[in-house]
């Protein structure tokens, strides 16, 4: 068929090839002019529009008798957007749809959407689907590629060794020489087309058990039964072999050539470095050099996690739990026994809120005992942040960090701060109450914390004047919705952080903060407010999703950064919406939407109007 | 309309106007139109012969009515010439399951009926369907024409006053913004003739 039609972009490659010939052979190409309303609100729309070329607004139904500025635009569609879907199958549209430009598009009317939609389940759930099903129709494509690949690693490319292989004929004492010069414990000797393993342990049986002497042959120690698995088994599989065989050594062959030896050390070693083994090892960590080779490690496995795709809230939340571990233990290698009951590590801001992925920059204080008397305290909390420094975590910017004595602070000091912060709600004081709400304990004695964040739930509660100014902060920034005609800022890209995550993270702190919620994670605040009935609960999942999507699709373009610029980069919060492919746009744009509609529940809630 | 082709037509019309296909000469009172293309095996209609038809009605001016399109493949003529081959890009075998030429104008007539038609240098089209329309059926086409680069150029002629205008397909389509969809295939280049004349009937034509 020869309609301009892209079928290779989803949703519609979902459709079977018979399906696309019902799609192309009703398809008709409509044109507009510029303004004019290409589906208006309450009527049904004619079907599912594609763009070809141009631009089409969607806007409130009252707003195309308004003048241009007072107009509230929700999105701009530009070419291979598609809209009118979700209104086809309501049977009447809630927004007016308005060619900015002079547009022509596709149209598949709705009767054949809905003929499509019904016989192809996939297709229809892209368009039926609230916006959290949509992502989970994007998660799904990703997860099992993610899985197979952090988990399941192969034998071929992970830990296998080169084997040492010695011919017939040497003798036990040569080979020995030549596994202490090769540092193996292991080797393979020939004989005539088969091989046979020889181990330090075959060695000393046969010089001390059986007597032979050191002249003897190691193809006649050997043992020729060897246990093989293929180059591209799973590695979880060979370790379930080798349990199975109560062996530590396997072969890897690839179809009948020898590739290599698979030690369990090397196996374990391996998992043990990819997954939260590494938390035991920070628990068993004695000393501070103990500990640093784990929080090393911890890079590595950021740096896997991420380059793998975990989920963003697994590897989100797992990252989180491992740099708490790893701050406790050296506050606890550090702190003096006798002084840890009277102090507390507090964590803050994203570290507070476990929604760091990349760099944790340190955000913590030390909350005191009012009273305590602890000469060192300086010198110990500044080799604490120092120590942290070394281990990867970059001192924080603003200096909230136990270092500074502004930030270790007597119980008394710490309530009086918050006091004053609260009163005085503006610039500095805003932030510095914003990162202290999302503070959660560490180490040390949490009673003390736990103390200071309920006297302040009390100490606001109702306060509906803080609140509500409190709230405010996070319409500060507009919502980035009309980008998508991607005329302006075209190079910067978008500030999803003051576009989308900062408007949620902030405007759910504040309900957070209202409704005394103890959880200091996003997500799990949300599904407090949820239960407690403070947040309606689609909104409530929608913003979940909201969130996740911007923090994934931030760290996806970091990462790509940093990948081809070898170093990260100071607009971390940039995303170039011109890279993301459509399914990403569609659902950012929805994720927009979301924090739109999340900035109105706000509005309305803490009377923010005008 | 050429002054020739109108006196054809108003005869043919008295001699048939009254026949089977009298719905043909009818005026036509509708709001539709037809973009046509065929593509020949050369560009002299005295010995160039149809392999492909296309046609897409245009509806108010405004829609393209893909769903509605007319995509007639012919049998291989018997003289197909391979030097046209490499621009249209259709060879013998490509036409191996394709319909006679008697069929197609059936199918043509049905589809067109007395809408006025549209292409691009159509007067070509006209006259070559004609060639095969006379041994059959006694007639012509009937239909009013409507020539794109005369629209265009009725359009574009007074930005250049005594300037040459450039009526070239592919300049048309690009002044005036268009993809160009599937060129050199009959119904392609229908589609595309169809999204001209809806622009710059409709659109904003200030700017080119």
Redo the contacts between chains.
Sequence with gaps: M???FNTSKPPFNLLSPAELGVLQ??????????GEVIIKAGEPPEGLHIL??GRVAEEDEQDVARPEELRHTYVHYTAEDYFGAWSSMRGRAIHNFVAVE?T?C?IL?TRILLELVDSNPVFGDYFRNSFAGRFQLRSNGNVSQDMTEFMLARVGDSCMREPLILLEGTCIQDAFALMRERKVDCLLVRRGGRYGMVTGTDMLTALLQQGLSAATDVADIASYRLIQVGHDEYLFNALVLMTEHRIERVVVKDDQELKGILELTDVLSYFSNHSHVLGLRIDRAQTVEDLEEVATGLNDLVQGLNVHGVKVQFAMELIATMNEKVMAKLFNLLVPEDIQPHVCLIVMGSEGRREQILKTDQDNAVLMRNGLSWPEKQSVLEAFSRILARFGYPPCPGGVMVSNPEWVLSLEQWTQNLRHWSQQASGDNLLRLAIAVDAHAVAGNAALFKAARNWFFREMSSNQIFFSHFARAALNFSTPLTFFGGIKNKEHGLDIKKGGIFPIVHGIRTLALEHKVLETNTFKRIDQLIDSQQLPEKLGLDLVHALGLFIQLRLQQQLERMKSEGASDKDANMLVVERLDRLDRDLLREALHVVKEFKQFLTQRYRLEG | MSLFRSLRVWRERRQHGDGPFAALFEPYEGDEIVSLDCETTSLNVAEAEILTIGAVKIRKQRRVMLSDRLDIKLKAPANFRRESVPIHKIRAMDLADGVDMHEALQMLLAYIGNRPLLGYYVNFDLRMLDKYMRPQFGFGLPNKAIELSEVYNNIIKWRYPGGHVDLRFDTIASKLDLPIIERHTALGDAITVALMYVRLTQGDCGVL
Aim: glycine share 0%.
């Design positions: 020869t309609t301009a052979n009703n398809l008709d190409i409509a044109y507009f002019q510029a070809l070329k002079e022509i596709h009317p």
